[in-house]
């Protein structure tokens, strides 16, 4: 059996430790997670595994020899292999060109010429195996978020594999997909891979992980047996807290319509769909990936247009033309890739937070810096979002961090509406916490909230009522008695043909 | 090193560095006369850098500059030569000087054409208009009212370098420090994001053409009422120039990163360098070879140190 040993690790950004001695033992077959806070140092960890980042001290040892990587390359070659947390793919090349790029060696011809045969057929068996049904020819830029998490992974298992890394590799998938998953991360696992493991998901940790480490601050607080330690000590080791109740729903006092989806179609929604939300009521909609829910979002939030139907507003009939008309109406959208729609990555935070909202801090045209500075720094405490300084860039924050960046860039609007589309992808336990009381506290305050969300316990954990779609359209709705996660699965799965 | 890197201070050291060799090796370089010939012959360089700082900064380029130049001169100085009051003649080339940009900007935000395209079709159109207009002659016997806008001074300092000043102080506050600032930087940042933000990109881009064409025009009175003549050919060639002092000011051809400050002394670099060559008398044949020479180290100075994230 292989084994994988990190050793003291540290390693800091221009001065300032992020990882300070940690010890992680992994063994073949084993599914290790890895667990801590939002920017408690595990992508930079692997980072600094896999040869991107070099340690500054500490010593990694693979069956017992030390290595040296100096690139990514170099670990992959002694066969560790990364999913990035992070979306790395070429949006302008196709699936099969993306699964080419850092894997040439075996499609090219003695004079570098490509196999396109073998590529094709390759690709086809790696998309077959991660269950991704698109052809190799598809462009990146025509998928959905979670349709590229599965091509990153197909890519990752191209090589040779003894340990392979998945950074978050769930948060955009949905429940179906994430079975999927574990399935092949059991395939692996019984083929003696070793894998680390990270996701905010606790549910999945105790499904597939064997082991679980905990980093806190750039330290290892400790390993522990899957099977013998309970959640709630997890948690507390993680956060430093005790976090008492995950999902906190609110009793809900439903009020008027505010809006009122009536048989609405766009460009990508050719099946009418009607839904109600009201005030002081968080509607969730699941589905599968590719069911319509981002579509339903974007027509909501004025970036595509009604082509049919209508939408009314607290009773009013309303026709967004550009997401600026949404937003004077009190309405925002909160997207579902950071990346390429929430934030400007190399802009600082401050700046990423204002821009909605810059108009309300000028005067005469001029941007009021010191209300700015104090604004920016008001949401970073309120959601506890860590970073150096509020002029530190978007791009050097963890994961989680970014995306509660972009959740109060639009929480700031103080909207009438407030649509969520994915709001908690890659937050930790306990900030999804205080994002969650946020939302109770819009609620409160009577506004409406519509979240689409493809985590299962937190869709039916926080909405007070949760509309399924599938294919395009509404399939159902769970409220009550019926919010339990069989009735989802049934209503989710259900195929229309065998439709008992 | 934070602090240099914060401030972007590689192009400010390239200057000082010329500034001290030219010192050293040239006497009559530091002399006040000498140095206020360097902001006169740079100031119409540092207008046109000022409005492509604008459309630069939201990934954009605006190669028509020359052109727009060359076609607002011709037209105000025939007005003015017809009988038309300077100011007059003035403020509507700075007008038509607006309306080719708009029209730029019109068709790389709302025709969704490519910036790079778009202006190199307008920089060859433009041109041609003049050349229409102006049967490819001269124009001369400019009315003696308009001499001042080019060869007067105010307290001594010549009045193109006064409105350099003034259109500098301007240009900066808006982008440093209003909200409309703001949005052009977010838009070259990530135009979706800003989109998505509520902010109208397609005005904003707009607009920032209209800034280069102003600018452009206004640089183009100078420049008319300097030589006492609208030359067809006036303007070739100054939008590389106008790029080569906004890139060397280090503000990114891929937008959002950017200061005015920097563009300034992008242009002040450029026309130090076009002094010191003439001062230490080198041949015009080597003085595009060391001219590209100085550009490309400077650059390289600036990149060093934007590697380290
Ligand atoms: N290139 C960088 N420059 C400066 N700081 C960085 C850089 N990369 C990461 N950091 C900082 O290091 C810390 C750890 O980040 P890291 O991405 O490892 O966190 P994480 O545990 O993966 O968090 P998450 O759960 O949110 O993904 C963060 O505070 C982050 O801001
Ligand atoms: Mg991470």
């Known amino acids: ?500 | 090193m934070s602090w240099f890197r914060r401030y972007r201070l590689g192009p400010l050291l390239g200057l000082v560095l010329l500034v001290l060799i030219l010192s050293i090796t040239s006497q009559q370089f530091l002399t006040v006369s000498n140095l206020l010939d360097v902001l006169l012959q740079t100031s119409v360089n540092a207008l046109l850098a000022i409005g492509m700082t604008f459309v630069i900064l939201t990934a954009g380029i605006d190669l028509s500059v020359g052109s727009t130049l060359a076609l607002t001169s011709a037209l105000a100085a025939e007005w003015m030569v017809g009988g038309t009051n300077p100011w007059l003649a003035g403020i509507a080339a700075l007008c038509i000087g607006g309306v080719a940009g708009a029209f730029n900007g019109v068709l790389v935000a709302y025709a969704r054409l490519a910036p790079f395209i778009v202006t190199l079709g307008t920089m060859t159109l433009f041109r041609g208009l003049t050349e229409i207009y102006t049967n490819g002659q001269p124009i001369f016997n400019l009315p003696n009212s308009f001499n001042g806008l080019g060869n007067g001074s105010i307290l001594k300092i010549p009045v193109p370098v006064w409105i350099t000043i003034v259109m500098f102080f301007i240009a900066w506050a808006v982008l440093s420090r209003t909200v409309a600032g703001r949005r052009i930087y977010a838009i070259g940042g990530n135009e979706k994001v800003a989109y998505l933000a509520g902010v109208r990109a397609k005005r904003y881009l707009v607009a920032v053409y209209v800034v280069s064409g102003i600018l452009a025009a206004l640089a183009g009175l100078i420049l008319t009422s300097r030589l006492a003549t609208a030359e067809p050919t006036a303007g070739n060639g100054y939008e590389l120039d106008a790029i080569t002092a906004v890139v060397l000011g280090g503000t990114s051809l891929f937008g959002g990163e950017g200061t005015l400050v920097g563009t300034i002394i992008g242009a002040l670099i450029l026309g130090v360098i076009d002094n010191g060559l003439n001062l230490l008398n080198v041949s015009s044949f080597y003085q595009d070879a060391v001219k590209g020479l100085v550009i490309l180290i400077a650059i390289m100075l600036d990149r060093k140190k934007s590697d380290g994230r």
């Open chain 1, 1 to 500: 059996m292989s084994r994988l040993e990190m050793r003291a690790i540290e390693k800091g950004f221009s001065g300032v430790p992020i990882l300070r001695k940690v010890d992680l033992t992994v063994e073949g077959g084993e599914v290790h997670a890895l667990l801590g806070e939002n920017g408690a140092g595990k992508s930079t960890l692997m980072k600094t595994l896999t040869g991107i980042y070099r340690a500054d001290s500490g010593e990694i040892l693979l069956d017992g020899v030390p290595q040296n990587f100096h690139s990514i390359l170099d670990s992959r070659k002694a066969g560790i292999n990364i999913i990035h947390q992070e979306l790395n793919l070429f949006s302008n090349l196709s699936i099969e060109e993306n699964l080419l790029i850092g894997y040439e060696q075996p499609f090219r011809t003695a004079v570098g010429w490509i196999r396109s045969r073998k590529l094709r057929e390759q690709t086809r068996e790696l998309l077959q195996l991660v269950g991704l049904s698109r052809s190799p020819e598809t462009p990146v830029s025509e998928l959905g978020i979670g349709e590229r998490q599965l091509v990153e992974i197909a890519k990752a298992l191209q090589s040779d594999v003894r340990f392979l890394i998945m950074d978050e590799p769930t948060a955009a998938l949905t429940d179906q997909e994430t079975r999927r998953l574990f399935q092949m991360i059991d395939d692996l696992k019984r083929r003696g891979v070793g894998i680390i493991y990270i996701s905010h998901r606790l549910e999945e940790l105790f499904a597939i992980a064997d082991r679980v480490t905990v980093l806190r601050d750039g330290m290892t607080v400790g390993t522990y047996c899957m099977r013998e330690v309970e959640e709630d000590v997890l948690v507390e080791r993680m956060v430093g807290r005790s976090v008492e109740n995950r999902y906190p729903r609110s009793e809900s006092q439903p009020g008027d319509v505010i809006l009122e989806l009536d048989h609405i179609q766009t460009r990508r929604l050719h099946k009418p769909i009607s839904l109600t939300v009201r005030t002081g009521e968080i509607v969730g909609i699941g589905g599968m990936m590719g069911a319509g829910r981002t579509e339903v979002a974007r027509a909501i939030a004025g970036i595509d247009r009604l082509l049919g139907g209508t939408m009314r507003l607290k009773g009013q009939s309303v026709q967004f033309r550009s997401p600026r008309e949404a937003l004077e109406h009190g309405v925002a959208l909160v997207t579902e890739d950071r990346k390429d729609d929430g934030l400007i990555l190399p802009f600082a935070v401050r700046l990423n937070l204002a821009l909605p909202t810059l108009a309300e801090r000028q005067r005469l045209g001029f941007v009021e810096q010191q209300r700015e500075r104090a604004f920016a720094e008001e949401w970073i405490r309120r959601l506890s979002i860590r970073v150096q300084d509020a002029d530190q860039p978007v791009v050097n924050l963890s994961g989680g961090n970014q995306q509660k960046v972009v959740f109060a860039k639009w929480l700031a609007q103080d909207p009438q509406l407030l649509v969520l589309d994915e709001p908690t992808r890659g937050v930790d336990v306990g900030a999804k916490h205080d994002i969650y009381q946020l939302m109770n506290e819009m609620k409160a305050r009577g506004k409406g909230i519509l979240m689409i969300s493809s985590d299962l316990p937190e869709l039916l954990g926080m909405s007070d009522r949760v509309y399924v779609m599938r294919d395009g359209a509404v399939v159902g709705q769970l409220m009550g008695s019926n919010m339990d996660q069989e009735v989802f699965m049934a209503l989710v799965a259900r195929s229309q043909e065998v439709e008992s």
